[in-house]
């Protein structure tokens, strides 16, 4: 018998270099919260300041009062359009992954196909026909034409097949329907409990991206007074003069949502990473 692999442990440049990728990645974050809690003079400042200042809760005060930005309205505006669409992605798009791996349908194989290809088109292309359909829907200055888009995604669908294709045997599945189990029941009760990893690297991904959209909410709420909160973050930076304490401090805000979903759902998204690498 040959011996079993065993790791090789890291050497000191490893941790050295994964030491320096840390303290790049995390300082821009840092540096925005050091900037939201001090003063104009802070900005100015050679060397940059890094010490985080005492006003954190005054220049929170200035942005969440402006007249003009509705940055509350913005914070609630995105968490609702961030669950709905997330809630809406993981149900369709693991429906339909299991319909295209599991079922067998007239041409599936095509379908599948066009459903890749569209992601090779970018988004921007079809935004003056979306604003054309939701003003014809009468949806544009409302949530529903930034919620209507993205209730399904190409990747998504393309995701959950492939995840499915690897975690749920044939065998299992036409075990099931020779015991009478509807499509749905099959579903419910061994696809959905097979991709809970799957499920919530989608969930998170789509959260986070979802959350961070800025230019169709731009295009379809401008003008109105429920914006979405990268809209309201632009409308802090907009005008002939710019405080930067409270864009930055608007923003660290914004962020607090995606930093407490990647802390609380990190883990299942490299499960389901090691997982998916591992099976295919």
């Given amino acids: 018998m040959g011996r079993a692999p065993q790791d090789t442990p890291a050497g000191l440049g490893t941790y050295l270099l994964l030491a320096v990728t840390i303290l790049f990645s995390v300082f821009p974050l840092y540096w925005m919260f050091v900037i939201a809690t001090s003063d104009d003079e802070a900005l100015a400042m050679i060397p940059p300041a890094v010490v985080p200042g005492d006003r954190f809760l005054v220049n929170l005060e200035e942005v969440f009062s402006l007249q003009d930005v509705f940055f509350a309205a913005g914070l609630i505006n995105s968490l609702i359009v961030s669950t709905v669409v997330t809630a809406s992605v993981l149900f369709f798009c693991s429906l339909a992954g299991f319909a295209f791996a599991k079922l067998r349908f007239k041409g599936s194989g095509w379908l599948m196909l066009f459903v890749v290809l569209t992601l090779t088109v970018p988004n921007q292309l079809g935004i003056v026909a979306l604003y054309i359909v939701m003003g014809k829907l009468g949806w544009n200055g409302t949530l529903l034409a930034v919620v209507a888009p993205g209730l399904v995604t ?5 995701y959950m097949r492939q995840f499915i294709v690897n975690s749920v045997p044939d065998e299992l599945v036409e075990s099931a329907r020779v015991d009478g189990a509807t499509t749905m029941r099959i579903y ?5 409990p097979a991709i809970r990893p799957a499920l919530a690297v989608l969930g998170l991904l789509t959260f986070v991206a979802t959350w961070n959209d800025f230019q169709w909410p731009l295009i379809t709420l401008s003008g109105t007074d429920f914006p979405t909160s990268m809209v309201a973050i632009s409308d802090l930076a907009s005008g002939n003069y710019v405080i930067y304490r409270r864009v930055l401090a608007g923003a660290f805000v ?3 949502p995606l930093l407490v979903m990647l802390f609380v759902g990190g883990r299942q998204i490299v499960r ?4 998916g690498a591992v099976k295919s």
């Fill in 254 to 256: 914004a962020t607090i």
């Fill in 188 to 192: 419910r009760s061994m696809v959905l």
């Fill in 272 to 275: 389901g990473i090691m997982e």
């Fill in 154 to 158: 190409a990747f998504g669908v393309f």
